[in-house]
C-alpha cells in the first residue's frame, strides 16, 4: 500500500515537473531550438551520471537500454518542426495525445515484446484514458498573448511580402514596358537616321543619333541596378535548419505539423518499452530506475549526434545563444527528476494508469503557469477551456485511480 501510494505521489511530481521544465528558458532566446535541445540533454545526462555514483554501487550499464534514450531525443528533436509549423500549444496537445495513446496501448496488450499489465476494471480504466485524452485539446485551444502577438506579426509580414511582391512585380512589368517601348523607338529612329544619313552626311545628325543610341542603354542600367539595392536593404537571417518549411503553403504546413506532432508522441510514448523489455525477459533489475543512466546515455549521445550534424549542414555556423546554456542545463535537470518519477511509478503501477496522468496532466500545469505566474493568459474563452480541460481530465484521473 505504501508502495502504491508512493508511486502516485511521483506521478504527481512527474506531472509538475514535466509541466515546469520550459519555464526556466521562457525569458531566453532559444533560435531554432537546435542548441536548447543539446543543452537540455547535457542536464540530463549529467543529472543521470550524479544519481548513478551516488545510488548505485554495481555501475552496470545496459547497451539496451540505451535505445530508449535514442527515441526519445528523435522525438524530441521532432518537436522544433513541430513547433515551427503548427505552435507549441497544438503541437503538445497533439503529440500528449499520441503519447498517451501509445503507452496506455503497450501497456494494456503487452506490444513490443512486454508483458500486458491488466488492471481489475479494464472498462473503467478505458473510460479514464478516453477522458485524459479528450483533456489534453482543451489546454491546446488556449492562446496566450505572446502567441496572439506572434500571429499578428506573421499576418503583418506576410501582408508586407505580398506588397512588396506586388511592387517589384510592378517595376518589373513597367522596365519590361519602358525596355519595349525604348527599343521601338530606337528601331524606328534607326531607320529614320539611315534615310538620313542615305540622303547626306550631315555631322550634326550622326552625332544626334549616337546620343539618342546611347540613351535608352542608360536608362535600363540605371532601373536595373536599382532593383538589388533593395535585396541587400534586407536584414541577414540566422541559420534555420527547419526555414524551409515556412516556403510550404499554411495547409501543407499544418498537415506536416500534424503528423511530425503525431509521430513525435509515439517516440515519446515508447521511449520506456526497452528497459521494460529487459525487465519482462529477466535481462536485468526488476526495477526501471537501474537503466536511467543507460538511458540518458542513449538521449544525450543521440542528440550530440544531430547537433554534429545540423553544424555541418549550417557550414560550422549554428544558431547560439550563450545566454540560453546555462537555463537548458537547468531544463533538463527539471525533466530528469520528471522522468525519475515516472520510471519509478511505472515499476509499481501499470502503464495504462502512468501513461494517463503522466501524458496528459503536464499540460494542465504548463497552462497554470500561463495563467498565475506570467499573466499571459486572459479572456472568457480561454479560462473556460482551462475550466473544461481541469474537469475532464480530474474526471479521467478519477476512473484511472479506481479502476486499479
Request: glycine share 8%; with cysteine.
Amino acid at each position: 500500500m505504501n508502495t502504491t501510494l508512493l508511486s502516485y505521489f511521483c506521478c504527481l511530481v512527474s506531472v509538475v515537473f514535466y509541466g515546469s521544465n520550459y519555464v526556466v528558458v521562457k525569458k531566453f532566446p532559444t533560435g531554432d531550438g537546435m542548441f536548447f535541445q543539446f543543452t537540455l540533454t547535457l542536464g540530463i545526462f549529467l543529472t543521470a551520471l550524479f544519481l548513478e555514483f551516488l545510488t548505485n554501487p554495481t555501475h552496470q550499464f545496459y547497451p539496451f537500454a540505451m535505445l530508449g534514450g535514442m527515441i526519445w531525443a528523435t522525438g524530441n528533436l521532432l518537436t522544433v518542426p513541430v513547433i515551427q509549423t503548427i505552435g507549441v500549444s497544438l503541437g503538445i496537445s497533439i503529440w500528449g495525445i499520441s503519447n498517451l495513446a501509445i503507452g496506455w496501448c503497450t501497456g494494456s496488450f503487452g506490444l513490443f515484446g512486454i508483458n500486458a499489465q491488466p488492471v481489475d476494471k479494464q472498462i473503467l480504466n478505458c473510460i479514464g484514458a478516453a477522458l485524459a485524452c479528450i483533456s489534453v485539446p482543451f489546454y491546446g485551444f488556449i492562446k496566450s498573448m505572446e502567441q496572439k502577438n506572434i500571429e499578428k506579426m506573421e499576418e503583418i509580414k506576410e501582408k508586407e511580402n505580398k506588397l512588396i511582391e506586388k511592387i517589384i512585380g510592378q517595376e518589373e512589368k513597367s522596365l519590361l514596358l519602358a525596355n519595349s517601348e525604348l527599343k521601338g523607338e530606337r528601331a524606328v529612329q534607326q531607320e529614320i537616321n539611315e534615310k538620313e544619313q542615305n540622303e547626306s552626311q550631315n555631322e550634326e545628325t550622326n552625332q544626334l543619333q549616337e546620343i539618342k543610341s546611347e540613351e535608352p542603354q542608360i536608362l535600363v542600367q540605371t532601373d536595373i541596378t536599382s532593383k538589388p539595392s533593395l535585396k541587400k536593404e534586407q536584414p541577414k537571417k540566422y541559420f534555420n535548419f527547419f526555414d524551409y518549411l515556412n516556403k510550404l503553403n499554411p495547409v501543407g504546413r499544418r498537415i506536416i505539423g500534424v503528423v511530425l506532432a503525431l509521430i513525435t508522441g509515439l517516440f515519446f510514448g515508447s521511449n520506456f518499452t526497452p528497459p521494460q523489455y529487459l525487465i519482462d525477459n529477466n535481462f536485468g533489475p526488476n526495477t526501471q530506475y537501474c537503466y536511467l543512466f543507460s538511458h540518458a546515455c542513449g538521449i544525450f549521445v543521440t542528440a550530440s549526434i544531430y547537433f554534429i550534424c545540423y553544424s555541418i549542414i549550417s557550414t560550422n555556423k549554428p544558431t547560439l545563444y550563450p545566454e540560453t546554456f546555462l537555463p537548458g542545463i537547468v531544463s533538463g535537470i527539471i525533466w530528469e527528476i520528471a522522468q525519475i518519477c515516472f520510471m519509478y511509478s511505472n515499476t509499481y503501477l501499470p502503464w495504462s494508469v502512468t501513461f494517463s496522468i503522466n501524458a496528459s496532466g503536464p499540460g494542465l500545469v504548463s497552462t497554470l503557469w500561463g495563467i498565475f505566474v506570467f499573466g499571459e493568459i486572459r479572456g472568457i474563452k480561454n479560462y473556460l477551456l482551462f475550466i473544461c480541460g481541469v474537469a475532464t481530465l480530474s474526471l479521467g484521473i478519477v476512473c484511472v485511480v479506481l479502476s486499479r
